[in-house]
């Protein structure tokens, strides 16, 4: 099959266009003929050689796809061949053909391409699961959003306005990227750039009470400011750490409030468990897709032959929501 490999870690050079051996399902999986997967940042840590995937799962790049079933494997129930399918992959994503769990599937509702069911299961599962499964995130809540126009700030964004309507959203973001967050339900803009410690802003904005919920993959620069703005018993959930791993932490404001730290990845999660997240996601979140209240936002679509510009797209961060790789011509 034709894959996107890589010859050794490094930077987009190291990409290459090539046959690699088409998987096999194994049981409780299903093979998926790839019609379309997503550019996400963790695509570019593994290319780096920072990011292995789990054991067992393919070291070909791509965390989701979307296509049709291809193959069921043994124990597979409920699914039929030819049926739309997308889903998360441990790695494999880059390829004609990947291998899924059955218990990681949804159903691509009749009003999505595929294209657009390619965005959806790393950045919105990521994203409902940060916000609202470990987030407890609630209508009439405050939250901070950072990112800007990545591809999960703009998927929590676009969940919050549609499963709390009544949420307020502090996003920070460049200034080039302001004016289309706030189209998508920004209520509050923070220009990163100018004010690196948002503290003051966010207290008056919330008139000193704090927010309830912050999304963060900034790290280590952000701990202070993070934990000053949040409010009583709110919580910082952090998912990335672009600028560093290692800062202090006030301890004694932290016990007063009683606000919770917590750290997140989706990809190393057992299987079952991440069975159980997508399952409640297909509850919770799906319909809105199936409807048309959240269309995935997609800046631009690649054929996978141009899987090199399409990493430096990401690499450039000019790019609002998410850099799709078209698999099938």
Known sequence: MKAVLMEG?????????????????????????????????PDLVQREGKYPPPPGDSEILGLEVAGVIEELGAGVTGWQVGERVMTLVGGGGYAEYAVAYACHLMRI???????EAACVNESYITAFLNVFIIGELKDKQTAILHGGGGGVNTAAIQLAKA????TKLIVTASPEKMERVKEIGADFL???????????????????????????????????????????????????VTSGINAELNLALMMVKRQQIIGSVLRSRPVP??????????????????????????????????????HRMMEEDKHFGKIVLRIQP
Do not use: C, W
Not at 275 to 282: D, K, P, Q, R, W
Not at 289 to 299: G, H, L, N, S
């Open 273 to 310: 468990e991440k069975g159980e997240i997508v399952a409640e996601f297909t509850r919770r979140a799906l319909p809105k897709f199936a409807d048309r209240t959240i269309v995935p936002i997609i800046e631009k679509v690649f054929t996978i032959d141009q899987v090199v510009e399409a």
């Open 163 to 166: 499963l709390t309507p009544n």
């Open 9 to 41: 870690f490094g930077g987009v050079e190291v990409l290459k266009v090539g046959e690699a051996e088409r998987p096999v399902a194994g049981e409780g999986q299903v093979l998926v003929k790839v019609f379309a997967t997503s550019v996400n940042r």
């Open 109 to 115: 509702p009749e009003s999505m391409s595929f294209e």
């Open 190 to 240: 923070i220009n990163f750039r100018e004010t690196p410690d948002f503290t003051e802003v966010v207290k008056e904005y919330t008139t000193k009470k704090g927010v309830d919920l912050i999304l963060d993959h900034v790290g280590a620069k952000y701990l202070a400011p993070n934990m000053n703005s949040l409010g009583y018993k709110g919580k910082l959930v952090i998912i990335g």
